[in-house]
């Protein structure tokens, strides 16, 4: 069975930083897109960003760059989400997910792309 558990989420202050972790399990991670993605009361999903492990592409979302980075530890089967110089606008729920890439990083940018979910971690920046 799949399983995405995220973690590392919490309270921070603006211009601080966190980093998330999503720990996978059930499918080989390697083969895999993993997406990043976050969610902020009353506003749709929006991604963040997505790794291929497979050809070692990643991208990050506009509203991100500069500031947030992807990054897997395959041989743990982890991967992160470097948050750094937060925003309050930042604060939402964030969720990694997976999918078999059939595109690009960038085309696979949208929460339809993918099958199998984790459960979300709450990130709060405060001003």
């Known amino acids: 069975e799949v399983y995405l558990v995220e973690s590392g989420g919490g309270l921070a202050q603006a211009g601080g930083s966190l980093r998330l972790s999503c720990a996978a399990s059930?499918?080989?991670?390697?083969?895999?897109?993993i997406g990043w993605f976050r969610q902020a009361p009353g506003k749709e999903r929006e991604g963040v960003g997505c790794?291929?492990?497979?050809?070692?592409?990643?991208y990050v979302a506009d509203s991100v760059k500069g500031r947030f980075t992807i990054s897997t530890d395959n041989a743990k089967k982890t991967l992160y989400l470097q948050m750094t110089r937060l925003k309050p606008e930042d604060t939402a729920i964030y969720y990694c997910?997976?999918?078999?890439?059939?595109?690009?990083?960038?085309?696979?940018?949208?929460?339809?792309?993918?099958?199998?979910w984790g459960q979300g971690t709450q990130v709060t920046v405060s001003s």
């Open positions: 790794l291929i492990s497979t050809d070692g592409s990643t």
């Open positions: 997910a997976a999918a078999l890439p059939t595109a690009v990083c960038m085309a696979m940018i949208r929460p339809g792309w993918y099958d199998y």
């Open positions: 059930g499918f080989p991670v390697d083969d895999y897109a």
